[in-house]
Every structure is written in structure tokens, then in C-alpha cells.
């Protein structure tokens, strides 16, 4: 992954020495990048503390110094010719962790800190030595968080993945097992492979451990990706194994296997597992291409020495012209950070849901509750739930969801995209569809048509996002508005509207459809006394 130098070319007769000017400036340089993103680094370590699937940041840092310490002697070699693509990425860096911090958005920080050392390093460096040690810069992306909406979704699609390969687990045992979405059933006790149980506190420290292997294993690149990229399937099997391991003892022994120390310490014998599977994967491809080195013996684990005979000429580096535009990029950027002003949260005026009206037109409507452990899931600050039916038509169920703060650590907006197949529904129809006769905000709404199936079971949904003036049927551009709104107006308001009814085999599709319509249309107008513009 490294590129190689050879020891007879010319650059291996001269050494770059550091002068104490270059040090000065380089140390001034990192300073700043510290007070720029104080509050940065604090969200690092909540993170880091907060977070299993994270805990392993901490030594990324760490890990990444040490893979440059072995570069040092490859670096004396080069010169230092700064590059001007590296001052334009260190301002791209500046321009995130400002809008993050305006839009209070925690994540974009912590990225922009990447990228701003990233930047800093090639302004300084050049690309000839920034090659040399991308790849430990690179380890640093390993230390932040994915963003939100990402981590959602792909925590529910591991979730599935898991609980499907750990009920064919449990099924070798000829064990009589029932699964829906998510739920496992026993008989004795039902499973739930919930956010704890998804894989990712596996996956990413997995694919760190990987990438630090890859970085330092001799070997040719095809070899190093495979092993990067194998860290993904191998977590998600080993964690669907746990989950096959903790229904089999609890049919065996009793429930309280599923529970507390046994639970954690299986969690600890995975990762164990999943790291031996890595090793013998990368033992299994040595000895199919002949490669009969030692695992140790292919790592490369101690820095390559400079050889003292072949320097003949010695010489102190220049600070480069870009070093100076780094440093004032950074000076800006860091008097922008301090004096910043971030808007007040803005928390518009809106009638809570418990004072909708269930009489609706012809529609009559019978409210419903959610159940604690979901609302402890969904984070949501005011909701409606229930059932409406008018004289000779079908019932429709009607789900508003309003968060006051869509931000990292308060609730967002889950999307049924994500949410359905975990409750055991699949997605068989998803298009956008104008609602004819509907205006909201003065222009048509635009809705996602689903069509979801469970069994020989049908649903008919139709939903939104709603809020600040917008209705929104994409839910990446959603967080783009989130983010653009809490920039500009200081809020991050909104609300998810659901609409849908259950079709049997008996029901006429099409009429089902037009009753569910003229639902829509009958409580649109009132919707913005509750979701405000």
C-alpha cells in the first residue's frame, strides 16, 4: 500500500533535515488545528466513550503515528514542495467545521477535522511525501462517525441480514423457530435484534483492524483489499452466529443466557472469532498464490532504517510558500470558530396533536398508543395515532410523527423505508404520485406510493416529510434541507405524515386506493395547525 523507493536512485543520497523555523511553523500549524476543533475533539471522546461500535478510536490516533514513525526514513529522502490543492482542501475543511458548527451538526466537524489534517499535511508536504503516508492519514476516517441517517439505515439492513442467517443458526440445532423482521421467536421467549445487536460493533473496529493489517502487510495490493473489504462479510457472519448461539442456549438453559454478563462476554469471544477468521483467511491466500512467510514475518512492523552509507549530502528544508497560506487559512478560520454566533434553536408555535379532531369529514376516528419501548426508539416530541373510517369504506390508519429538533443525540425522523422491513414488511412498490386536489404551501403534494406486503397480507401506504414550508419524499434530500434550514433559519423542525390501509384478497384494490385519496384530502388543510410553515 506504501509506494517503495530504491536505495540506488539519487534521492536516497540526500537527507532532509527540519530546521527550527519549519518545526515552529508546523507546530503552529497543529496548534491551531487543535483550537479550531476543541469542541470537536470533546464530541470525539463522547463518542468514543459513548459508543461500543466507536470504543476503538481512541487508538486510532495513536496507530496512525505510528505507521508515519515508520515512514520517517522514506520521508528524510524527499523533499518538501507543498501543494496548492492541499491549501484548497484544508479550506474545504475550514468551510464544513464552520457549517457544522452553525448547524450544530457534530459529525460534520469531526469529518472537516479529518480533512483539514488531510489538507494541512499535502499543503505542507507535496504530493511526492504525501503518497508516502497517506495511508495512515487515511486510518483517521476510521475514528469518526457515520452520519445519522447512514448509520439507520444500514443498522436496519443488518439487522435483517443477522436475524435471518442466526435463525438458519438456531435450525441446525432442529430447533422449531419463527422469525418476523427483526423478532425471534422461541416459543419460550421472543429475540429482538435491536440497534445493540446489529453487527456495527463489530464492523467498524473489524474493518479498522483490517486496514492497519493491509497497511502493514508485504504483499500485492489485491491481497491488501481483500482483506479489507472480507472484514465486512466475516463481522456480519460472526455476529449472525452470536445471535444463532444466544437462541440455542436459551432454548438449552433458560432465558437469562440472552442476558446481562453471558450476553456481553459472547459479544467478546465474536470479535475474538471474527479476528481468527481474518488471520486464517489471509494464511489460507499465502499458501494458495505460495507465499510460506509467517504472518509476523509479512507484517512490517519495524520502521526501515535509513541507511547511513548511501546519504552523501545533507540539507535543510525550505519552508514552502503553501506552509504560509496553510497557517493563514487556519488563523482565519480559527477567529471565524471563535467568534461565531450560532443561531438560537427556534422553536415555532403549533397546536400538539391531542388536539386533532377524530371527526374528520364523514371520517370517524378511534386514537391508538405506541408502545414505550418504540417511542424510546423513535425520539419523537408529539405523535397521532388512530384509525378512521368513514360509512361503507375501509379502514385507514393515519400516523403523524413531529420532532421539534431533528440533530445528533435528539430524535430524527425514521423513514418507513427503513422501519417496514424490520416489523417483517416488505417494500414490493415505491414511486412518487402526485395527490390530485392537494395543495399544501400552495403546490400539489407530491406523496411516495408503497405498496407492502407481509405474507399474504397488502398494505397501501402513502407518506411525506412535512415541515418548514417543504414537503419532501426523499429522505437524503431531507437531511440536506434539515442542514440548510438550521443554517439559515435555525430550525430543524418537521414531521412525517403516514397514511395507509390494509387490502385483503376480497377488497377492491382500486376503490381501497380512492377511499384512502379522499382521506388525504379531507385532513391536508388541517395539517399546518400542527406541523407549522
Known amino acids: 500500500m506504501y509506494p517503495s523507493y530504491t536505495n540506488n536512485s539519487t534521492a536516497t543520497r540526500v537527507r532532509w533535515n527540519l530546521t527550527p523555523s519549519f518545526v515552529a511553523a508546523a507546530c503552529v500549524g497543529f496548534g491551531l488545528l487543535t483550537l479550531m476543533f476543541w469542541s470537536v475533539l470533546n464530541s470525539l471522546y463522547n463518542t468514543w466513550s459513548g459508543q461500543e461500535e466507536y470504543s476503538h478510536g481512541f487508538f486510532i490516533p495513536v496507530i496512525s503515528a505510528y505507521l508515519i514513525y515508520q515512514r520517517i526514513g522514506v520521508l528524510q529522502r524527499l523533499p518538501f514542495t507543498g501543494s496548492w490543492i492541499g491549501v484548497a482542501i484544508l479550506l474545504l475543511g475550514g468551510v464544513l467545521l464552520v457549517g457544522g458548527r452553525l448547524a450544530v451538526i457534530s459529525t460534520m466537524g469531526q469529518y472537516a477535522l479529518v480533512?483539514?489534517?488531510?489538507?494541512?499535511?499535502?499543503?505542507?508536504?507535496?504530493?511526492?511525501?504525501?503518497?508516502?503516508?497517506?495511508?495512515?492519514?487515511?486510518?483517521?476516517?476510521?475514528?469518526?462517525?457515520?452520519?445519522?441517517?447512514?448509520?439507520n439505515n444500514l443498522s436496519s439492513q443488518l439487522q435483517l441480514i443477522s436475524t435471518q442467517i442466526g435463525?438458519?443458526?438456531?435450525?441446525?440445532?432442529?430447533?422449531?423457530?419463527?422469525?418476523?423482521?427483526?423478532?425471534?421467536?422461541?416459543?419460550?421467549?421472543?429475540?429482538?435484534?435491536?440497534?445493540?445487536?446489529?453487527?456495527?460493533?463489530?464492523?467498524?473496529?473489524?474493518?479498522?483492524?483490517?486496514?492497519?493489517?493491509?497497511?502493514?502487510?508485504?504483499?500485492?495490493?489485491?491481497?491488501?483489499?481483500?482483506?479489507v473489504l472480507s472484514s465486512m462479510p466475516i463481522s456480519v457472519l460472526m455476529n449472525s452466529f452470536r445471535i444463532g448461539a444466544i437462541g440455542v442456549t436459551v432454548e438449552y438453559w433458560g432465558q437469562e443466557m440472552a442476558e446481562g454478563v453471558l450476553h456481553d462476554f459472547e459479544g467478546w469471544v465474536v470479535f475474538m472469532g471474527a479476528l481468527a477468521l481474518l488471520i486464517a483467511e489471509i494464511k489460507l491466500i499465502?499458501?494458495?498464490v505460495g507465499d510460506r512467510r509467517s504472518f509476523a514475518d509479512a507484517l512490517a512492523l519495524d520502521p526501515p532504517p535509513l541507511p547511513e552509507e548511501a546519504v552523501t549530502d545533507e540539507r535543510k528544508r525550505d519552508l514552502p510558500i503553501t506552509l504560509y497560506a496553510a497557517v493563514v487559512i487556519l488563523v482565519v478560520v480559527a477567529l471565524i470558530n471563535t467568534r461565531l454566533q450560532v443561531a438560537e434553536t427556534v422553536f415555532p408555535e403549533r397546536e400538539r396533536f391531542s388536539a386533532f379532531s377524530m371527526v374528520q369529514g364523514d371520517w370517524y376516528g378511534r386514537p391508538g398508543v405506541i408502545e414505550s419501548r418504540f417511542l424510546d426508539e423513535l425520539k419523537l416530541d408529539d405523535y397521532l395515532l388512530a384509525d378512521f373510517q368513514a360509512p361503507y369504506s375501509t379502514t385507514v390508519n393515519f400516523y403523524a410523527a413531529y420532532y421539534e429538533v431533528q440533530a445528533e443525540g435528539e430524535g430524527t425522523i425514521h423513514s418507513p423505508r427503513s422501519c417496514l422491513p424490520g416489523s417483517g414488511w416488505q417494500i414490493n412498490s415505491l414511486q412518487q404520485t402526485e395527490i390530485a386536489g392537494v395543495m399544501i404551501d400552495g403546490k400539489p403534494l407530491l406523496a411516495n406510493r408503497a405498496l407492502i406486503s407481509k405474507g399474504g397480507s397488502k398494505i397501501l401506504a402513502y407518506y411525506w416529510l412535512q415541515g418548514r414550508n417543504r414537503v419532501i419524499t426523499n429522505e437524503f434530500m431531507a437531511k440536506w434541507w434539515i442542514f440548510w434550514d438550521r443554517l439559515t433559519q435555525g430550525r430543524s423542525d418537521g414531521a412525517l405524515i403516514r397514511v395507509m390501509t390494509e387490502i385483503d384478497e376480497f377488497d377492491n384494490a382500486e376503490q381501497a386506493e380512492q377511499q384512502l385519496l379522499a382521506f388525504i384530502r379531507e385532513v391536508a388543510d388541517d395539517l399546518p395547525t400542527y406541523i407549522p410553515n
Open 167 to 227: 435463525v438458519w443458526f438456531i435450525q441446525l440445532f432442529g430447533i422449531d423457530v419463527y422469525y418476523e423482521g427483526n423478532v425471534i421467536d422461541l416459543g419460550v421467549m421472543q429475540l429482538q435484534v435491536v440497534e445493540a445487536c446489529n453487527g456495527l460493533r463489530y464492523l467498524f473496529p473489524l474493518m479498522a483492524l483490517s486496514m492497519i493489517i493491509a497497511i502493514l502487510y508485504r504483499a500485492p495490493l489485491w491481497r491488501r483489499a481483500l482483506i
Open 115 to 151: 480533512i483539514c489534517i488531510w489538507g494541512f499535511c499535502l499543503s505542507v508536504m507535496g504530493w511526492r511525501a504525501f503518497r508516502v503516508i497517506w495511508p495512515a492519514l487515511l486510518m483517521l476516517v476510521f475514528m469518526v462517525k457515520l452520519p445519522t441517517f447512514l448509520y
Open 286 to 288: 499465502s499458501w494458495l
